[in-house]
């Protein structure tokens, strides 16, 4: 697939973050991130528990700050930028968080949730409107209009995080962080809220991060995709190309993980990775991936891996492969 | 289904099993019939709120005593309906004829005690005179069944990953070698690879001990790589029940189990859109008149709104459904 | 379709609404509701009786009817100096409960603003607050208020002075918890991604978030604290007498417990009355919040 020349709506280039714990070790939970999401498209960001992309996601916005590395939204650099300055970017860049429940104030009725942020930066100039406004964003996200004095807990999960979409959208973001956004839901929920996600990305033109440790979701919603591991990325391509030749031991052991729902696969044996996921504090050198791979090779200890493109879009940080 | 008595190693009938508070009544499990054969697994398939767990702590009779009644039906374990026996007896079945695991394994361990200790407490239980030599071996054992190091009996819980935790859950459920095992969602807290782990255990440990097992989980994946026979739960009713060859490649289905198919993003294909069941679960406290289905389904007919559907059997296939009736090779019978 | 003026209109309604279902699930208790009205009618007795009853009547000492026993005259009888009990037992309570109600109020606000602010801000602003709440704890209250009250005198004011820097810790540690918990809330992390300022965040969500727990801690409060201030005038550290004070008619009832055992036992009741009605309310407003609370 010819990937597309016009400049990216978000960027990142050696992302860091390292949380400082007691004692003095760092956890290294974003550890040299580059990226690149394009309007209207979705970047999916996969990866088990550890491998720090809840963290990527909120460092995107700014939420959390950067250690090292630099962040550019429409080329601006915004690394630096004070929460002062980030206020009126907040507008561009929203998020969706995991637990539909936890993040909706349990005192506030539905609609005022959804027409809080446009309260703090005053969307417009009388209350009537910005409520009328949140009545709209209500419909375009399928809740009903008669859940408006609704209180979270009075609804079900799938309607609980329709809210957070519809304040997600209610400054009319460029780009929309989803931070699991379907993984506490029933399935028939799930597939639900996707074609949501799906038909809003078409109408508004939206970019999304959808991270998730879910391969089959990632794929039926990205553009691209991104494999993280202990913070770093191991490999990166285009939705298709991943799934048609993941490259990476990591990405082949997570196709290969995931149970189908079908016959054929029963009585073959599973590739199944040993082991556990190896700590994230202080991190030495060499791939990361090392301990539980059934290739690793003496190269694979000593220096970090470093991604490389093996084919045009597709980019695999292992010393193996990139016979380095 | 045409499986002999004695080849099942448990049968429920007929069971009805409510939830009764001062303000509502909740029908959790109505009138469903079920039963695993000797040393296969039964994967009971369902959202949110369809009634497996509450099927499950019926089988133990660890439904909240406040609150939980069964109404009717009778649950055979090796001939024996568990319904008539006093907590006396079903302790003396608990852990050790029949054990459980639950899905989260951070809340079922006691965080101060050793994992060694949690395992000899359930032996001890159940083997009244048995020395403690003989209880240090058997942890030993049970620990490197589920492929963790012997010596590490003597850690806590919080020093295991959410993993191991797992396999120190379903070490203490086997410990006593039980003829069931009950996992209810064991590996949906799970990361993928984990679960990977976890289930390929639980399947040697399954052929090693001739054990049965009912699988509860809401994954079809799951359902395809694990078990033998199938059963689809729907707001407390079995909508759906078969071997997993009916389930997988059959060509008729129930609307609901159709649905699930479709709203599973198939990771070997690509579609657009998702199709997924429109609506939401029924309110267990106010269940639809006719089939509980009938509200969400595409196929809804005049005849579904009215009545409960018998179900009808093909062999081992049954469906619940009207659109199955009258037709050929089917015996209805009220479910 | 609904227009603007219907959601702004229908947006109204959601105060109240929030109210009546607390109120409702209030009203299941019926240990709650008992208290509710135990403590309305107290506080009508106590503000409204002395409108008719002239304040002399609890301090006009008539010899004649030295320890009489409750009459028709008299219904809760008379004390050592032939005082009526029953004037005494009502203007008592106002003192008594203005005091308590007052210093629990006052303990409140010093406490939680104190906790919201430890709690929000953390780091030293944090290790400062805490320190010198040890300071305040380490010390036993009854000492605590004793020497504030040698120190300043015994009047009402300082008695209020007293009472509230020995409970104020409760709120502080209470109010700090509440708000460490509260502030790693996704919904806290959902309105700064909306460009929401800390002041904002304190006083949309964790404030109204934190009061239910706040409230009910309150309302047990105030029981301890009707005890703890009769203890205080027991122990001769109230109000100088002439002035009516229910722990103070428990001190000069002593002498006479066998004798006359109604000059006990009716300030006694008194006590014991309002601080399990107010226990009573406590306890319903907890579990009209919780479920409101939880998940």
């Avoid at chain 1, 990166?236 to 799934?243: I, K, Q, S």
């Avoid at chain 1, 490259?247 to 082949?252: A, R």
């Avoid at chain 2, 052929?207 to 033998?228: F, K």
């Amino acid at each position: 697939m010819p990937v597309e020349k016009s400049a990216p709506l978000v960027r990142t280039e050696g992302l860091k973050k390292y949380f400082k714990l007691k004692g003095g070790a760092q956890l290294h939970a974003v550890d040299g991130v580059d990226l690149e999401i394009r309007q209207g498209e979705t970047l999916g960001v996969v990866g088990e528990s550890g491998c720090g992309k809840s963290t990527l996601g909120r460092l995107m916005l700014k939420l959390i700050e950067p250690t090292d590395g630099k962040i550019y939204f429409e080329g601006k650099d915004i690394t630096k930028l004070s929460v002062r300055q980030m206020r009126p970017l907040r507008k561009e860049m929203q998020i969706i968080f995991q637990d539909p429940y936890a993040c909706l104030d349990a005192r506030m009725s539905v609609i005022d949730i959804i027409a809080e942020y446009m309260f703090i930066h005053r969307t417009y100039k009388t209350r009537a409107e910005i409520y009328n406004r949140a009545a709209q964003l209500m419909d375009q996200v399928g809740l009903a209009r008669r859940y408006s004095n609704a209180y979270p807990h009075e609804l079900d999960g799938g309607r609980r995080q329709r809210i957070g979409i519809a304040r997600a959208l209610s400054l009319g973001p460029k780009l929309i962080v989803c931070d699991e956004p379907v993984s506490a839901l029933d399935v028939s929920i799930q597939a639900q809220i996707l074609n949501l996600l799906m038909d809003l990305q078409e109408e508004l033109g939206l970019a999304y991060m959808f991270v998730t440790h879910d391969l089959s979701v990632v794929k039926h919603i990205s553009n691209q995709i991104m494999v993280m591991y202990l913070g770093q990325c191991v490999e990166r391509a285009e939705a298709d190309e991943l799934f048609a030749h993941p490259t990476h031991p990591y990405t082949k052991a997570l196709l290969a993980a995931i149970p189908r729902p079908d016959l054929s696969a029963r009585s073959e044996e599973v590739q199944l990775i040993r082991g556990e996921v190896t700590s994230p504090i202080n991190v030495k050198p060499g791939c990361r991936f090392a301990a539980r791979c059934d290739h690793c090779t003496e190269a694979c200890t000593e220096k970090d891996p470093k991604l490389m493109e093996i084919s045009p879009g597709h980019f695999v940080a292992c010393t193996m492969v990139n016979g380095q | 289904m045409e499986e002999k008595r004695q080849d099942n190693i448990l049968e429920i009938q007929d069971l009805k099993v409510i939830y009764k508070t001062d303000f509502e009544t909740v029908e959790a499990v109505n009138h469903i019939s079920l039963s695993i054969g000797k040393g296969k697994t039964l994967g009971l398939v369902g959202e949110t709120g369809a009634g497996k767990t509450t099927t499950a702590l019926s089988i133990l009779r660890l439904l909240p005593a406040t609150t939980g009644r069964i109404l009717e039906g009778s649950i055979t374990f090796n001939g024996h309906n568990l319904l008539e026996y006093d907590e006396h007896q079903m302790q003396a079945v608990r852990g050790n004829l029949i054990s459980m695991v639950f899905q989260d394994p951070m809340t079922s361990l006691n965080p101060v005690l050793t994992v060694g200790e949690q395992i000899a407490e359930a032996l001890r239980l159940h083997n009244e005179h048995i020395s403690k030599e003989e209880v240090e071996k058997r942890v030993e054992e049970t620990l490197s069944m589920v492929g963790i190091l012997p010596a590490r009996k003597h850690d806590y819980p919080h020093q295991f990953s959410g993993g191991m935790k797992q396999r120190v859950v379903i070490a203490i459920a086997l410990c006593c070698e039980p003829e069931l095992l009950i996992a209810d969602e064991p590996t949906t807290a799970l990361d993928v690879t984990i679960q990977a782990q976890v289930l390929a255990m639980m399947r040697s440990l399954r052929e090693r001990l001739g054990m049965s097992m009912l699988m509860i989980t809401h994954d079809l994946g799951i359902v395809a790589q694990t078990c033998d026979d199938v059963a689809v739960m729907y707001a407390g009713e079995i909508l759906e029940a078969g071997t997993v060859t009916d389930l997988f490649t059959g060509t008729d289905h129930h609307p609901y189990t159709q649905g699930l198919f479709n709203s599973i993003p198939n990771i070997d294909a690509r579609a657009h859109r998702l199709k997924p069941i429109p609506g939401l679960v029924p309110d267990p406290t106010d269940l639809p008149k006719g089939c509980v289905f009938s509200p969400r389904c595409e196929h809804c007919m005049e005849i579904c709104k009215e009545k409960r559907p018998e179900t009808v059997t093909r062999g081992t296939h049954s469906l619940r459904c009207h659109l199955f009736q009258n037709q050929e090779g089917g015996d209805a019978h009220a479910g | 379709m609904e227009t603007a003026n219907n959601t702004t209109q229908a947006a109204v309604y959601k105060r109240s609404s929030q109210a009546k279902e607390i109120w409702r699930r209030f009203r299941k208790s019926k240990g709650a509701l008992i208290g509710l009205i135990l403590l309305v009618l107290i506080a009508a007795v106590v503000i409204l009786v002395p409108l008719f009853l002239p304040y002399d009547l609890a301090t006009e000492q008539d010899y004649a009817k030295m320890l009489a026993p409750p009459s028709a005259e008299h219904l809760f009888g008379c004390d050592g100096y032939g005082r009526d009990i029953l004037a005494r037992v009502i203007y008592g309570g106002r003192t008594s409960l203005s005091v308590a109600l007052i210093a629990t109020l006052t303990s409140c606000l010093l406490g939680s603003a104190l906790g919201a602010i430890a709690g929000y801000f953390g780091g030293w602003v944090d290790s400062l607050i805490m320190r010198a709440l040890d300071i305040f704890m380490s010390v036993p209250d009854i000492l605590f208020t004793m020497a504030v009250v040698v120190a300043l005198g015994a009047s009402a004011t300082n008695l209020i002075i007293a009472l509230t820097l020995a409970y104020f810790s409760n709120y502080v540690r209470l109010v700090r918890s509440q708000v460490l918990s509260l502030s790693e809330q996704d919904y806290v992390e959902a309105a700064r991604a909306g460009g929401s300022g800390n002041a904002r965040i304190i006083l949309s969500h964790i404030i109204p978030n934190a009061i239910g727990v706040i409230i009910v801690n309150v309302t047990l409060n105030v029981a301890k604290i009707i005890i703890y201030e009769s203890t205080l005038s027991f122990l001769g550290l109230g109000m100088p007498p002439p002035q009516p004070e229910w722990g103070l008619m428990l001190s000069e009832a002593r002498e006479f417990m066998r004798t006359a055992p109604h000059l006990l036992f009716f300030p006694a009741a008194a006590i014991v009355l309002c601080a399990c009605s107010v226990n009573l309310v406590g306890d319903g407003l907890r579990d009209a919040l919780d479920p409101h609370l939880k998940s």
